[in-house]
């Protein structure tokens, strides 16, 4: 394959970071050059900080540009903070100005938002572990609030013990109904679990604690999901609300190996045979159960993906055949699907084969492809597919993509020579701001920011459908206006849970009957899809989404009323994807192709052939691997994507995650990254190795810990935070605090950092030697033992100061890690120290008190407490077995195993907890010290390579 790149385009381009006397980067200067040889525009972006070193203004090279000529232009952000460090204000010039204010524990518990809604927040007493209790919403101009979230928390029944629910919200009353935890398993997963959305004629407003009054709102039906697991928390089977049950099983290493169906009524189905993997833990082949065999080969040096073969094995015909060619840093130059033919039409050679090239900045700048020759000018719409047999009607296309100096795609030129086929979309994008939209809108930037509401939401899409939005700053509903009636408009709207994940959509237009409605409820490997005119049911379809199915998206529709002509009941649609998750194969249960569909790098269908047309309405997952809705937009999961125009709809939740620009997609390189969420962008391939894209130098953390910075009440309730088994819970908790190696933290520096027990949830414990006997990091659950890897990233905006100032006290108290390393010392003779990690306090200095009131009594023996029952009994017993044994303390004393739970009461266990523990840990395999002890270890500093950073009691 011919590459598009060309080196000298690059040369001399490099980004350089200017520090000041303090170490922080008040400048980051990137060299922006479209062709070899060409002009080099150097852009800069500005930062400024306060005296202790915190940022409190970021500025991008185009908006810097225009406040030198009007004083009016303010930065891209301005943050201002309390007196211990956390943020108390934010103002973007795309998102708005929120406030937050957190109480004396670092809870929040008013927020105001951009659009003037007040959010606050009730917790329990002090005397009680202070977990949340409720969450208000007031809009401007509203007399009283809505109590949009109330939760009810488990007591010490004996029926809550049964169920594993002591200290467990049982009832979550949220903004789209209710969640009921009906049961535990002993590690802390989710064994049953059911939902009740709010009925369409209410609004989420829960004033009270009365069952009767609350059931009145929701729907009557409860949707019930349960779970299996093993002792690991890997899932092994989940039955959805309507019988369905999916099986899954894993090779040694806890990989998927083969994935099975029973459709209720009916035998079981092989959705996935078998997996294999790399020593990297990439996959390299997967065979369904359709016969189909996909294979993956990696660049040795690299890694990459260089190829994806999919081969029907009933008459070894390779259906597709992707060949990926990278630059030197991993962007994609050429991808050539060697299973297509190359084809002809009006004297054109159609090579099914795209390329690629990119600016300094690695944005795309130019594309070439193929095309159905009768698309038109791409929009909001979805084109009419043809027919598998009609293939020949196929034309080259380019398309050139320019910039501003903030990020902002300004215009797409499109060009078909063989049609004569050209067009151009024109973005006009803000004066003042990030915010743009399509210029059929407006073409004035003055009135860019008069399309979209104080907190960046987009107020109108297209011409003719107007948007509004929640107070959490969800999309709520479009409206398609007739003659200017919006009663009788037809819409679409959607509901969400308290994570900000959307549970519902109805599409309502207007017919001679009175209504004809689509409504789609989202579930756990589950959607239900109806169709009704009026109150007759047209069709009751369950799409059944197999979550693991290797890197295939599979779903099975089955009715439960006829289905319709040219589909079969229970159809298995198996979704081959390309490198950034898009569906472009689809095949059915013998390995038949259903459809084919090419996209445009932003997005958009650039080819779509089908085995016939009702087939065609019923793909649902497109780009990127997501829903696309009636309107025209790509649902991501935090947001809502404009293919049309390649912008998000709204600014980023997660706000500097991805950079000062809001709106940028995939930072402008959508062919080699991809936003799983649309929070920020990962590169696909690297999803196999477990490995993280390196975020933006202006990004304040790793996306497991921006994750949580959702707008609204959405940070408290997260999926980071929810999973016990998730391995982001404990990776993207536990973290370090920046002071250079090997020195340890002084209290001027402690001072300095604002480091305090209400605003950091583990403490640093100086590592003078890495050793991978004790790196435990990989672990997953919600307790254990870790070991403090430490950052030697010192500057202020990394995820070290996300979580000092950002991280909201619930989420802290959910899944905070507290290390006590006054009481524990855990290094000697520049071996690594140890930290012991806390779990489900209501917050650390909580957790503080309760060690010091029972260590109060001597008579009390509770030198030391850990919730380890959240731990999976054989990973706990993994670490056991490897830990020092106490007769070796003295050439490495690491080993916090020995596990005192004379007061298990007191945190929630039950007696077979504790059997758990007992049963899991091998005898004298570490020791526990007494505080005496532990000063009196402290007292030799021969023996201690470091000292814990609390001394003494509060």
Known sequence: MTSFFNPATFAGTPTVSVRDNRGLTVREISFHRTTAGGDTDPRITRHQYDAYGYRTQSIDPRLYDAMQTDSSVKPNFTWQYNLTGNILSTESVDAGHTVTLNDIEGRPVLTKTSTKVIQTRQYEAASLPGRLLSVTEQVSGEATARVTERLIWSRNT???????????????????????????????????????????????????????????????????????????????????????????????????????????????????????????????????????????????????????????????????DLRYEYDPVGNVVN????????????????????????????????????????????????????????????????????????????????????????????????????????????????????????????????????????????????????????????????????????????SEQQTLSPTYQQRVIYLPGLELRTTQDSAIIKQDLQVITVGEAGRAQVRILHWETKPPADIKNNQVRYSYDNLTGSSQLELDHEGRIISHEEYYPFGGTALWAVRNQTEASYKFIRYSGKERDATGLYYYGYRYYQPWVGRWLSADPAETADGVNLYRMVRNNPVTLHDPDGLAPEQWHTREAFKQLPFSEH????????????????????????????????????NELPFAEPKVATAEEINLHGITTENVTVYRVEVAQQSERFLYTGITGTGGVKI?????????GGKEDYLNKTMPGEAQKRGGWYQFSKNYIAANKGKSSGNLAFYNFGNPRRALQFYEQKTENPKEKLPFVIKSFEIPAAVFKAIAEDAILEKDYKKFPTAPMNVDVAAFNQLGLQPHHVDLLVGSIVPKSGRVYSENEHWKLMDKPSQVTSRPLLRGRR
């Not at 999916?246 to 029973?262: C, E, F, H, P, V």
């Not at 050139?400 to 994008?429: C, E, F, K, M, W």
């Not at 940070?715 to 990776?731: D, F, I, M, Q, V």
């Not at 403090?788 to 500057?795: F, G, L, M, T, V």
């Open 699 to 734: 990004s304040l953390g790793t996306r497991d810990e921006l994750a949580p910075k959702i707008s609204g009440t959405n940070s408290l309730w997260h999926e980071a935070y929810r999973g016990p088994t998730k391995e982001r819970e404990t990776s993207g908790l536990f």
């Open 158 to 320: 004996q029926e809550a013990k049964d169920h594993n629910l002591v200290g467990q919200c049982v009832n979550h009353y949220d903004t789209a109904g209710l969640t009921q935890l009906e049961s535990r398993s002993l590690t802390g997963t989710v064994l049953s679990q059911s939902r009740q959305l709010l009925s369409d004629n209410h609004q989420a407003d829960w004033k009270d604690d009365n069952q009767a009054t609350n059931q009145s709102r929701l729907d009557s039906e409860a949707y019930t999901t349960q779970s299996a697991f093993d002792a690991t928390g890997a899932l092994l089977m989940q039955t959805d609300t309507k019988g369905n049950i999916q099986r899954l099983t894993y090779n040694i290493a806890g990989q998927l190996n083969s994935s099975k169906l029973t459709v209720k009524g009916q035998s079981e189905q092989i959705i996935v045979k078998s997996l294999s993997y790399s020593a990297a833990g990439q996959k390299l082949q997967e065979i369904h159960g359709n016969g189909v065999v996909t294979e993956y080969t990696y660049e040795p040096e690299t890694q990459r993906l260089i190829s994806i073969t999919t081969l029907r094995t009933s008459d070894n015909k390779v259906l597709q």
């Open 788 to 796: 403090a890897i430490p950052n030697r990233n010192s500057e202020h």
């Open 335 to 506: 991808i050539r699907n060697s299973a297509e033919a190359t084809r002809f039409w009006r004297n054109q050679k159609v090579v099914p084969k795209n390329t690629y090239s990119y600016d300094s900045l690695y944005q795309l700048i130019e594309a070439t492809g193929r095309e159905m020759a009768n698309i038109g000018q791409y929009n909001n719409l979805l084109p009419s597919p043809v027919l598998l047999s009609d293939s020949n009607t196929y034309t080259k296309y380019i398309r050139t993509y320019t910039y501003d100096r903030g990020g902002n795609l300004t215009r797409i030129q499109h060009s078909s020579p063989a049609i004569q086929g050209s067009y151009t979309t024109q973005i006009t994008v803000s004066n003042r701001s990030n915010r743009a939209v399509w210029s059929t809108l407006t073409d004035n930037p003055m009135l860019v920011d008069d399309l979209f509401d104080a907190g960046g939401h987009q107020n109108t899409l297209v011409q003719g459908h107007d948007l509004s939005w929640d107070t959490r700053g969800q999309l709520q509903q479009v409206t398609q206006t007739t003659q200017g009636n919006n009663i009788n408009s037809d819409r679409e709207w959607y509901r969400y849970g308290s994570d900000g994940i959307r549970l519902l959509k109805v």
